[in-house]
């Protein structure tokens, strides 16, 4: 086919469905079904956030902005972070986005060229293939197991570095696997990163879901004056803002710099108002965050409970995020048959592991940010199911 007579170019063509995406629309035939594959917390936005757009709208908050962020956003951000991460972060070191997807789109673009390779941990979020896709990257599937406690190894990542790998993204705590890395493994990163010079794009934006003692570390934790990462967050699931589209990136002010000018030509800017209400997420009183995060352990607890309780499935307690990844390989289904199955025969909507990657067949994930009502009604059908087989 001649240029000229291309309706739709290759990437497009190509670009890979979110087998979530799939479950999603599939559940839309079932109105009924009990879903535990939502993303997102099942909480309000807090009053305090949702009050502060309120007045941004009044106040005519309601034009173009800086590329970058406005000012006062880009210094929240930074104060809490040099605060968490006792490590002197400045605006210049901030860059404001639409959601983290948007944050992981400019962390690829100054970082890949076409043709060269990003390493993603597998399991991992499935936009990371897709955005790597539209890059012309090639992404490089590093396989996080069970027997490693679902955690992502250095030693499994060396084996996968080549000339060609550009960048390397890391999601601790992990969606889907709720594991959070081990610092040893960070601190081999950092190394690995100095010897061949590829970027760390550390995807934390569930930082702040981390539960008993399970000790998180940020990349930009690991290692004074390491600076070749790019940490990738939002506002999504910690404040339980996920319709605002509201993430940033913080990273060296040379590497942030050029990202307002790819924000020029994409979207402008975010809208001021959504910004104020982010200032007050930041700035305002964290107590709602904590009573999420405590509803999401007991909620966790609930859920590993009853999985555990059920023959030939199995879970490793997540100590993060909102995902549980259920083994269900004694069952002798591949995870879509399951997933479909489940659907149709007990109105019960999963995620089947194979959609984050192949290394997730032979599990479900099940999201706990649902009530608790929610949880004991869906392991009723699993039961139901388990006993019907
Ligand atoms: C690991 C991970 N990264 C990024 C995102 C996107 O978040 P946002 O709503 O900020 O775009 C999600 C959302 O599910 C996620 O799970």
Not at 231 to 255: E, H, Q
Request: glycine share 6%; proline share 5%; net charge negative.
């Amino acid at each position: 086919m001649t240029h000229e007579h291309r309706r739709v170019t290759e990437m497009a063509a190509t670009y890979p469905a979110s087998d979530i995406r799939k479950m999603f629309n599939l559940a839309l035939d079932y109105p009924n079904a009990v879903k535990l594959t939502v993303g997102e917390p099942d909480f309000n936005t807090p009053e305090h956030v949702k009050a502060a757009g309120i007045r941004g709208i009044q106040d005519n908050h309601t034009r173009y902005v800086a590329n970058a962020g406005i000012p006062d956003l880009r210094t929240a951000i930074a104060q809490k972070y040099t605060a968490r991460w006792n490590r002197a972060v400045t605006s210049d070191n901030v860059m404001v986005s639409f959601g983290a997807m948007e944050a992981l789109t400019f962390a690829l673009d100054v970082s890949v060229s076409p043709g060269e390779e990003v390493i993603i941990p597998d399991p991992s979020f499935p936009n990371y293939v897709g955005q790597i896709h539209r890059l012309g990257g090639v992404a490089v599937p590093v396989p996080v197991t069970e027997a490693n406690d679902f955690k992502l190894r250095a030693a499994d990542v060396a084996t996968a570095v080549s000339d060609k790998t550009a960048a390397i993204i890391i999601n601790s705590p992990s969606n889907p696997l709720g594991s959070v890395m081990d610092q040893a493994d960070l601190e081999a990163l950092v190394d690995l990163s100095d010897e061949h010079g590829f970027t760390i794009i550390s995807d934390e934006v569930y930082d702040e879901i981390v539960f008993d003692d399970a000790q998180f570390t940020s990349i930009a934790e690991v290692r004074d004056g390491f600076d070749r990462f790019l940490v990738v967050n939002s506002f999504s699931k910690t404040y339980a803002m996920t319709g605002w589209r509201c993430g940033f990136l913080i990273g060296p002010s040379d590497v942030i710099a050029p990202m307002a000018f790819l924000q020029e030509g994409l979207t402008s800017s975010l809208p001021g108002f959504v910004q104020d209400a982010a200032v007050a997420a930041i700035t305002g009183p964290q107590d709602p965050v904590a009573t999420m995060v405590s509803s999401y352990v007991e909620r966790r607890d609930l859920l590993a409970e009853r999985i555990n309780a059920i023959d030939g499935l199995s879970l490793i307690r997540p100590e993060a995020t909102f995902y549980s990844f259920v083994n269900i390989s004694e069952w002798g289904l591949s995870s879509w048959e399951l997933a479909i199955r489940l659907l149709q025969e007990q109105e019960l909507a999963t995620i089947p592991g194979s959609a984050f990657g192949a290394q997730g067949e032979g599990y479900l994930r099940l999201t706990f940010s649902v009530s608790p009502e929610t949880i004991n009604e869906g392991c009723d059908r699993l039961e139901r199911f388990a006993a019907a087989r």
